[in-house]
């Protein structure tokens, strides 16, 4: 099922399905060229976090403790590092995997890494 939404700034799909983490890939389209930077928690299972990680060749996994506390200065901190580390650049892209913290600081990333890069 899929719930078209339009806003004054912006219309998107909102994609509903069981099971939808096995097809993540035919819903965000990433080049073979493209690195995938997943951010997730502690509190999402090892078996999700691989289901969505085998579905892009270039993907690196990020994980952070689950809770508000984790939504700090020094994890944004650390997840930059980790982007320029490995390269990241405005034409890669950042999936969030996991809960409100984890969508807010992925969101937060990825508006101020290189003035912006896909979330």
């Known amino acids: ?6 806003t004054k700034q912006n219309k998107y799909n909102i994609c509903i399905k069981q099971n939808i983490l096995y097809d993540v ?6 080049n073979r060229s493209q690195k995938v930077f997943i951010i997730t928690d502690n509190n999402i299972p090892l ?9 892009y060749s270039n993907s690196f996994v990020y994980t952070i403790r ?10 944004y901190k650390n997840i930059l590092k980790c982007l320029v580390e490995n390269n990241f650049n405005r034409k890669d892209s ?3 995997l996991g809960d409100g913290v ?3 600081l992925s969101g937060f990333v990825a508006s ?5 890069i896909d979330f």
């Open 1 to 6: 099922m899929k719930i078209f939404v339009n």
């Open 25 to 30: 890939s035919d819903y965000i389209k990433i």
């Open 47 to 55: 078996e999700y976090v691989n289901i969505l990680k085998r579905q």
């Open 66 to 75: 689950s809770g508000e506390k984790s939504k700090s200065i020094s994890n």
């Open 94 to 96: 950042i999936i969030a």
């Open 102 to 104: 984890v969508g807010d």
């Open 112 to 116: 101020t890494y290189m003035r912006g």
